[in-house]
T-cell receptor, first 110, second 114 residues
Framework: QKEVEQDPGPLSVPEGAIVSLNCTYS??????FMWYRQYSRKGPELLMY????GNKEDGRFTAQVDKSSKYISLFIRDSQPSDSATYLC??????????FGTGTRLLVSP | GAGVSQSPSNKVTEKGKDVELRCDPI?????LYWYRQSLGQGLEFLIY????????KSGLPSDRFSAERTGGSVSTLTIQRTQQEDSAVYLC????????????FGNGTRLTVT
């Protein structure tokens, strides 16, 4: 079993839709939870991170962590074609040696 | 300021040849990481340099892989006697040396072994 599981998609939605991206993880010691966005042929860029359980909001993006069920979510409101990318969840006990999911490819059509 | 720079951006090599991949981290970042991204596999941790400490090599897949970091800055990942399964995107990232300091990634080197 992988330490972090993520549906690879692709997930196709129309512009303006609410997008829900999810990961599950196995190690209850994980404390830091991150979402990275990766455009084609580019390196991942950090979107958001949360420490322990709870929600964090940044503009159209909301990150949610439920440590009791080991479930990580990223919600994107009013999705735009420019949001089309691969979204990677990552976690660990710290920022070092992050464990990544395989990434979910998101396609937002105009 | 400048981000993490990796070179070359693409490398095609024949099976059995050695390759060197270079990473220039963000100035002032004392932590440096190498990850490998294969199709459908996500990012796989390879090696981690933390300041002046001995590197964490626990992710290197075989003894054909090695990395060094000179002067606490530039890093080189070397793959000897390349195999087709080494084909992947090799990503370098750097960060400040704090627990909650985010990783900044370069755009990677796409290695193809023919």
């Amino acid at each position: 079993q992988k330490e972090v599981e993520q549906d690879p998609g692709p997930l196709s939605v129309p512009e303006g839709a609410i997008v829900s991206l999810n990961c599950t993880y196995s190690n209850s010691a994980f404390q830091y939870f991150m979402w990275y966005r990766q455009y084609s042929r580019k390196g991942p860029e950090l979107l958001m991170y949360t420490y322990s359980s709870g929600n964090k909001e940044d503009g159209r993006f909301t990150a949610q962590v439920d440590k009791s069920s080991k479930y990580i979510s990223l919600f994107i409101r009013d999705s735009q074609p420019s949001d089309s990318a691969t979204y990677l969840c990552a976690t660990n006990t710290g920022f070092q040696k992050l464990v990544f999911g395989t990434g979910t490819r998101l396609l937002v059509s105009p | 300021g400048a981000g993490v720079s990796q070179s070359p951006s693409n490398k095609v090599t024949e099976k059995g040849k050695d390759v060197e991949l270079r990473c220039d981290p963000i100035s002032g970042h004392t932590a440096l990481y190498w990850y490998r991204q294969s199709l459908g596999q996500g990012l796989e941790f390879l090696i981690y340099f933390q300041g002046n400490s001995a590197p964490d090599k626990s992710g290197l897949p075989s003894d054909r892989f090695s990395a060094e970091r000179t002067g606490g800055s530039v890093s080189t990942l070397t793959i000897q006697r390349t195999q087709q399964e080494d084909s992947a995107v090799y990503l370098c990232a750097s960060s400040l040396l704090f627990t909650d300091s985010p990783l900044h990634f370069g755009n990677g080197t796409r290695l193809t072994v023919t």
